[in-house]
């Protein structure tokens, strides 16, 4: 997968983008992250990238010149584009998935009080918001949506188990982990884990996954018992007993 990042500000992706799993696959060639710095395309005789709104108001708007040209000189024309804004789609992880599976896209991200208008209706972008909250750049953004995506990217987290588990939960806010030792300054790891019983172990961190959904999105834990997935008579058992207490809990709080 190419992903092509056009900023005004490239100095701030290297950092994030080349360490750890996402490092390794640009090596290994499973990705190739190339950032364009926009101002180099600029024509201003300062080099700016952006001038003051038309109607007012505060901060700077980035030009349509400099954004256009970028574009052009990477090959972007008829190619998915992200423009980053808090305006736009909420990234998930179905987006990203889609994403993911996207032999090349570009991203475009901006700063100030936003771009152009016109860059993204002639250059037909897309926008994505990565949650309901203003950065001072999309630069950021860009990098959350882009390590997203990449985690669906087939080799990129060297073992594709941890994809395969996470589908199985996939809706569900993860069960608690542990490592060694087994007592830790008194702290002891839950019995079921150490006893070797793998059938226990699922359940046990099937119901872990599904009371610390209950008590923290139950949202989310709706969606998931509406989902279209087959339960084991177990399972089944475990859903009813959470929902009962979950039940109560509600009774009481409207007493
Ligand atoms: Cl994509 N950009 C900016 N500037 N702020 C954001 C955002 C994007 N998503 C959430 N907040």
Known sequence: MKITILTQFPEM????LEASMLGRAQQGGLLEIKTVNIRDYTKDKHRRTDDAPFGGGAGMVMSPQPAFDAL????????RIIYMSPRGRLLDQELAQELAAEEEFFVLCG????????????WNMEEVSIGDYVLTGGELAAMVMIDCACRFVPGVLGSEVSLEEESIYSGLLEYPHYTKPRNFEGYEVPQVLVEGNHKLIRLWQF??????????????????????????????????????ETQGIEAEKQR
């Open 13 to 16: 992706f290297p950092g994030v």
């Open 72 to 79: 052009r000189a990477c090959g972007a024309e008829g190619k």
């Open 111 to 122: 700063h100030y009080e936003g771009i152009d208008e016109r860059i993204i209706e002639a």
């Open 207 to 244: 119901e872990q996954a599904l009371r610390i959904t209950a008590r923290r999105r139950p949202d989310m834990l709706a969606a998931f018992l509406e989902s279209p997935r087959k339960f084991s008579k177990d399972e089944k058992k475990i859903i009813d007993e959470i929902l009962r």
